[in-house]
Nanobody
Framework: VRLEESGGGLAQAGGSLRLLCTGSGSTFSRQSLSWFRQAPGKEREFVAAAGYIFGSKSYADSVKGRFTISRDYISNEIELQMRNLRPEDTAVYYC?????????????WGQGTRVTVSP
């Protein structure tokens, strides 16, 4: 079972980036597909999740209104559209298959993709 992220990179504050995560080896039918991020020196934190119930989504307060998560329930892909980026969004972003919004509920992780937002 694998998750693989793509996208990310460098953006200026106020700009946009898109992250994509592709899952394989499982249908993830009873798990949320989620994004977490970890900034240097900080703990990994929840960003957004697309639940296994069609259309269910949740977001961290820090990204509400700026980030949008979408999930393709057939291809097991999730996308994170990030808009109005801020320097504090700089982090390594991880895709994960989880049962809750806490990292310890996730049993499959991608390798991470770096997002850097300049002022």
């Amino acid at each position: 079972v694998r998750l693989e992220e793509s996208g990310g990179g460098l953006a200026q504050a106020g700009g946009s980036l898109r992250l994509l995560c592709t899952g394989s080896g499982s249908t993830f039918s009873r798990q949320s597909l989620s994004w977490f991020r970890q900034a240097p020196g900080k703990e990994r934190e929840f960003v957004a999740a697309a639940g296994y119930i069609f259309g269910s989504k949740s977001y961290a307060d820090s990204v509400k209104g700026r980030f949008t998560i979408s999930r393709d329930y057939i291809s097991n892909e999730i996308e994170l559209q990030m808009r109005n980026l801020r320097p504090e969004d700089t982090a390594v972003y991880y895709c994960a298959a989880c049962t809750r919004i806490y990292p310890d509920s996730c049993d499959v992780w991608g390798q991470g993709t770096r997002v850097t937002v300049s002022p």
